[in-house]
């Protein structure tokens, strides 16, 4: 349960952040030793669609872990960017795909190994967050 916990942290996070704390302190605590027990808390995690702010508050939580380790003009960059997604100008996948090219460049393979960065098998992902069809 420990591994699956792990490599699935920030996708579960993307959809409920305290449910997901929670679910990680009775984890790590051995309050939680049955997997039924398990399955049922990560479904009420999962029951709901995972909102922006869910979603952003992963992608700003992980850059404050990169940023000591940033010039000024990529952290204005990275601002920018999110910017830019607020006001519907880029997809969510840009943010995403900036936060893996730092994952690379530092090495993170916690990171990297994440689910969240992977969450369908890739033949399933189509382009509905690429911006297209949207006035830009």
């Known amino acids: 349960m420990r591994k699956f916990h792990n490599s ?7 959809y409920n ?8 302190k009775l984890l790590y605590k051995g309050e939680i030793k049955d997997v039924s027990d398990y399955q049922e808390n990560i479904l009420n995690i999962v029951s709901n669609e995972r909102d922006k702010n869910n979603k952003i508050s992963v992608i700003i939580n992980l850059f ?15 601002n920018d960017l999110l910017n830019s997604y607020n006001n519907q100008k880029i997809p969510f996948s840009t943010l995403v795909v900036v ?22 098998p890739e033949n399933l992902i189509n382009i509905t967050d690429s911006g297209k069809g949207r006035k830009l």
């Open 17 to 24: 952040e305290e449910l997901t704390n929670e679910l990680s």
């Open 99 to 120: 936060i893996k090219m730092y994952a690379t460049r530092f090495n993170d393979n916690d990171i990297l190994n994440q689910t969240f960065f992977y969450p369908y």
């Open 64 to 78: 404050e872990k990169y940023k000591p380790m940033l010039n000024t003009k990529e952290i204005d960059m990275f």
């Open 8 to 14: 699935n942290l920030l996708l579960l996070k993307s």
